[in-house]
């Protein structure tokens, strides 16, 4: 018999592991499916953390596997056309010949033969690898064939670009006019954009001025509710021979608003604690011990930023949320100062993703952890 996969953990906080290890996201997952299956592309937003890029990942699962032909680039590490396109060319050609056989690596050779593709193993995963050689001045070009080959698959090709943000700042190339001059004469292609800077993604689909304006239909996600999450947390403990009452996980919940990655990495400890009944001060326990392991990050972060950024970043982690910060009592309370210079203080660390503004206009520290550690030091 073929050995099995164990998954010793359920709770991941690297990456998506299958779904009996996914949390909810069913209303989510059926209107991506609903969208890209009747031709719309969808734009996908939500803050960092709380599950975008691993409900990409469940919905492209949830795909039966003549469905479509499904591909996730990361742009976050991306900072030009060229890298835009090795990256993208990488994801479709290794997708495509994994598992290898030699109709497809014909039809890739035969296709992209002025592109030289070369064909090999990844040195850590032992998967099969199939690279082309991108040549200085011929990226828009080899982005174009690219699009051109997914769009003569025999199936639907879904595409997705995670941080698709980050192209708003390639200097090389009006990287936004590029792409949709390409995107809107394809037929068989659909996509998502994702992304985690609200403001950047909304600009660039919202306005009247870019070159994407209304052409996706707009998805924001949200925390998972807290009684489907105790659910799913408290099944698995179980199976664990843990316990958890819905009081404790309330508890723990509310600590991080419910953001996703920060449950799963104190569940995730939790689990390997082995506690067979986890009270909340066993989470408080677990919370100080991640604090301390990321102490030193923290502390880095605050020698980056002024004075009176970290003034304002210190306030707004000891109020929790912020909704009025320009009142005499927020700004007196804090010795903050005139407002301007706390507004000034407030968009800075907005741009440095330290800070997250809410739809309702509030402001609150953006990486949950770090947000806790600075309200108590």
Not at 181 to 197: D, P
Not at 334 to 357: H, M
Request: glycine share 4%; net charge negative.
């Amino acid at each position: 018999m073929g050995k099995q996969t164990a998954v010793l953990n359920p709770f991941s906080i690297t990456s998506y592991i299958g779904p009996e290890y996914f949390c909810d996201r069913n209303k989510e997952t059926q209107e991506l499916a609903g969208a890209l299956q009747n031709g719309r592309n969808v734009t996908l937003v939500s803050p960092r953390r709380v599950g975008k890029t691993g409900l990409i990942h469940h919905f492209f699962q949830s795909l039966e596997t003549q469905e479509a032909n499904c591909f996730y680039v990361d742009l976050y590490s991306t900072s030009n056309l060229q890298e835009f396109t090795k990256l993208f060319a990488q994801e479709v050609l290794t997708k495509r010949i994994t598992p290898f056989s030699e109709q497809v690596w014909s039809e890739i050779t035969h296709f992209f033969g002025a592109l030289r593709p070369v064909f090999g193993v990844d040195p850590v995963s032992g998967m099969p690898q199939c690279t082309i050689d991108i040549q200085p001045q011929r990226e828009e070009w080899t982005l174009q064939q690219l699009f051109a080959y997914l769009d003569q698959s025999a199936i639907p090709c879904y595409v997705a670009f995670d941080e698709f943000q980050t192209i708003a700042e390639y200097e090389d190339v009006k990287m936004e006019a590029l792409l949709r001059t390409y995107i809107q004469q394809l037929h068989n292609v659909h996509f998502i954009f994702a992304g985690s800077k609200k403001h950047i993604m909304m600009e660039m689909f919202s306005s009247a001025k870019r070159p994407f304006y209304r052409s996706t239909q707009m998805m924001y996600i949200n925390v998972i509710d807290e009684h489907i999450y105790y659910a799913f947390a408290s099944g698995h403990l179980l199976a664990h021979d843990q316990q958890i009452s819905a009081a404790t996980f309330h508890e723990l919940y509310s600590l991080v608003d419910g953001y996703t990655w920060n449950i799963q990495n104190l569940l995730n400890r939790l689990y390997q604690s082995g506690v067979p009944v986890i009270e909340y001060n066993t989470v408080l326990e677990t919370l100080h011990q991640v604090l301390l392991e990321e102490m030193p990050s923290y502390q880095m972060i605050c020698r980056l930023i002024t004075d009176r950024q970290l003034k304002v970043l210190r306030a707004v982690a000891k109020e929790g949320v912020v909704k009025e910060p320009g009142s005499n009592a927020f700004l007196q309370k804090y010795q903050l100062g005139a407002y301007s210079t706390v507004r000034s203080a407030l968009l800075t660390l907005c741009d440095k993703e330290l800070i997250y503004q809410n739809d309702d206009g509030s402001f609150m520290v953006y990486e949950k952890f770090f947000g806790l550690w600075l309200k108590n030091n």
